[in-house]
């Protein structure tokens, strides 16, 4: 007995639709992503080198060829001055002298106007370079025709740019000199140094030591 049709047309749709449940790929298990060549696995951390900075090579400084030189000091006054203007005008000049650079430079010492007279003379003088002042002591002694006389101080004025020349002929090779001092320094003859600090061609300090003498010469040597 034959069944009817509309039955076999239900079972028809039936079987289609089982078959589009099925899971696509079944059974297939995923693939573990790859690697590529020297990439770190988990727990693992990159080791790359961080590059550090070199120390800079700087310049030297020219190591001075000649001497200091003298300034030349103007004003002289004439051979027949009074002896008054002719003493003063020999302390401003070797103070120049001494200091290494030609600068305004006054002398005052009370009583200097009687230094003529024959005899003794002892005067407290006070010295002015570049607005800088020190003191020091004047003994003149006068005759009838002639005279001498001698300046002296303990302290004597001197130019930083004539310190750092002393210094870089004592450290050739520095590409750098900061000396403890104004541009116009006062100090004590053959006192306490002046400290300077080089800087060399390969970024290192190292300190250096000034002595100033009376007539304006420095010795320099390393601390």
């Given at each position: 007995?034959?069944?009817?049709?509309g039955l076999?047309?239900?079972?028809?749709?039936?079987?289609?639709?089982?078959?589009?449940?099925?899971?696509?790929?079944?059974?297939?298990?995923?693939?573990?992503?790859?690697?590529?060549?020297?990439?770190?696995?988990?727990?693992?951390?990159?080791?790359?080198?961080?590059?550090?900075?070199?120390?800079?090579?700087?310049?030297?400084?020219?190591?001075?060829?000649?001497?200091?030189?003298?300034?030349?000091?103007?004003?002289?006054?004439?051979?027949?001055?009074?002896?008054?203007?002719?003493?003063?005008?020999?302390?401003?000049?070797?103070?120049?002298?001494?200091?290494?650079?030609?600068?305004?430079?006054?002398?005052?010492?009370p009583g200097?106007d009687k230094?003529?007279?024959?005899?003794?003379?002892?005067?407290?003088?006070?010295?002015?370079?570049?607005?800088?002042?020190?003191?020091?002591?004047?003994?003149?002694?006068?005759?009838?025709?002639?005279?001498?006389?001698?300046?002296?101080?303990?302290?004597?004025?001197?130019?930083?740019?004539?310190?750092?020349?002393?210094?870089?002929?004592?450290?050739?090779?520095?590409?750098?000199?900061?000396?403890?001092?104004?541009?116009?320094?006062?100090?004590?003859?053959?006192?306490?140094?002046?400290?300077?600090?080089?800087?060399?061609?390969?970024?290192?300090?190292?300190?250096?030591?000034?002595?100033?003498?009376?007539?304006?010469?420095?010795?320099?040597?390393?601390?």
């Amino acid at each position: 007995m034959r069944a009817p049709r509309g039955l076999l047309v239900v079972l028809a749709v039936f079987l289609l639709t089982s078959c589009s449940d099925s899971p696509k790929d079944a059974g297939t298990a995923p693939s573990a992503p790859s690697t590529g060549a020297g990439s770190p696995t988990a727990g693992e951390s990159s080791s790359t080198p961080i590059p550090t900075a070199s120390k800079p090579v700087l310049t030297p400084l020219p190591t001075p060829g000649t001497a200091w030189p003298t300034p030349k000091v103007t004003g002289a006054p004439a051979d027949d001055a009074p002896l008054a203007e002719r003493i003063t005008f020999a302390i401003s000049k070797q103070t120049q002298i001494a200091a290494g650079r030609a600068a305004k430079t006054t002398v005052k010492c009370p009583g200097i106007d009687k230094v003529e007279t024959a005899g003794q003379h002892s005067l407290d003088c006070t010295v002015t370079y570049g607005g800088k002042p020190f003191t020091g002591k004047l003994t003149v002694d006068a005759k009838q025709y002639s005279a001498s006389y001698k300046f002296t101080s303990s302290k004597v004025a001197i130019v930083r740019a004539k310190v750092i020349d002393a210094v870089l002929r004592a450290a050739p090779g520095a590409a750098k000199v900061t000396c403890e001092m104004d541009e116009i320094g006062i100090v004590v003859n053959d006192g306490p140094p002046i400290g300077c600090d080089v800087t060399t061609t390969a970024n290192a300090v190292q300190p250096y030591q000034a002595q100033v003498t009376g007539n304006g010469q420095v010795q320099v040597k390393k601390a």
